[in-house]
């Protein structure tokens, strides 16, 4: 597993991995991000390889979330790369929010480390924001698509593969609703109109 305890300001949960995992631009992130993760999401992760089939069938959101926690979870494996990191959850939770709760605990416990807080739940986000608010810290609780942005924001792609890299993610996870894509696009000053259907975009 990665270097323990170096906390990178990029703090992400199990499902944003899992979505941006099974983009074309992931190999791109695993390049250039730096990452941190708990040890509650690692374990969501493996979990998810063991429970759900590589061989469901294509397309299925059994084989979108298998194969996107085997992408998630290989950078995070490398003894040698300290880019993606996981830090220890202390005390750790359970239930089947733990991963969300994990990183808001963590939040609490080391508001200074970090400027983005990924992750999809809308109430987990506000929770977040809270955090940062009472811990009087600068910091910002986004959506997934916010670590495609960040690629496309410091250089490593292109508007295109950026806006596809969106319609890939929203797609793949069913994040059609009128909420989800609002959601989405919150934070993102970039047109994609140009890429996407209308359907995609706020």
Same mark, same amino acid.
């Given at each position: 597993?990665?270097?323990?305890?170096i906390?990178?300001?990029?703090?992400v949960?199990?499902?944003a991995?899992?979505?941006?995992?099974?983009?074309?631009?992931?190999?791109?992130?695993?390049?250039n991000?730096?990452?941190?993760?708990?040890?509650v999401?690692?374990?969501?992760?493996?979990?998810?390889?063991?429970?759900k089939?590589?061989?469901?069938?294509?397309?299925s959101r059994?084989k979108?979330?298998?194969d996107?926690?085997?992408a998630a979870? @290989?950078?995070? =494996? !490398?003894?040698?790369? +300290?880019?993606?990191?996981?830090?220890?959850?202390?005390?750790?939770?359970h239930g089947? $929010?733990?991963?969300?709760q994990?990183?808001?605990?963590?939040?609490?416990?080391?508001?200074?480390?970090?400027?983005?807080?990924v992750?999809?739940?809308?109430?987990?986000?506000?929770s977040?924001?809270?955090?940062?608010?009472?811990?009087?810290?600068?910091?910002?609780?986004?959506?997934p698509s916010?670590?495609?942005y960040?690629?496309?924001?410091?250089?490593?792609?292109?508007?295109q593969e950026?806006c596809?890299?969106c319609g @890939?993610?929203? =797609? !793949?996870?069913g994040w +059609?609703?009128?909420?989800?894509i609002?959601?989405?696009?919150?934070?993102?000053?970039? $047109?994609?109109s140009?890429?996407?259907?209308?359907?995609?975009l706020?």
């Open positions: 597993m990665g270097s323990d305890e906390r990178h300001p990029v703090l949960d199990t499902d991995l899992i979505s941006v995992a099974n983009t074309s631009l992931w190999p791109t992130a695993v390049g991000l730096n990452l941190t993760t708990t040890n999401c690692i374990h969501e992760l493996k979990r998810h390889t063991r429970e089939s590589e061989y469901a069938p294509d397309g059994q979108w979330i298998y996107g926690s085997v979870l @290989e950078p995070f =494996e !490398g003894n040698a790369n +300290t880019a993606f990191t996981t830090i220890n959850s202390v005390p750790r939770p089947p $929010d733990a991963g969300e994990s990183l808001e605990q963590e939040l609490e416990q080391h508001p200074e480390s970090y400027t983005f807080v992750l999809m739940d809308q109430r987990g986000r506000e977040i924001s809270r955090t940062f608010e009472e811990r009087d810290q600068y910091g910002v609780a986004v959506a916010y670590l495609l960040l690629l496309h924001k410091n250089g490593n792609c292109s508007k950026f596809e890299a @890939e993610l929203l =797609e !793949g996870e +059609t609703s009128y909420s989800a609002q959601a989405i696009w919150q934070e993102i000053p970039i $047109d994609c140009s890429y996407l259907d209308g359907s995609l706020p």
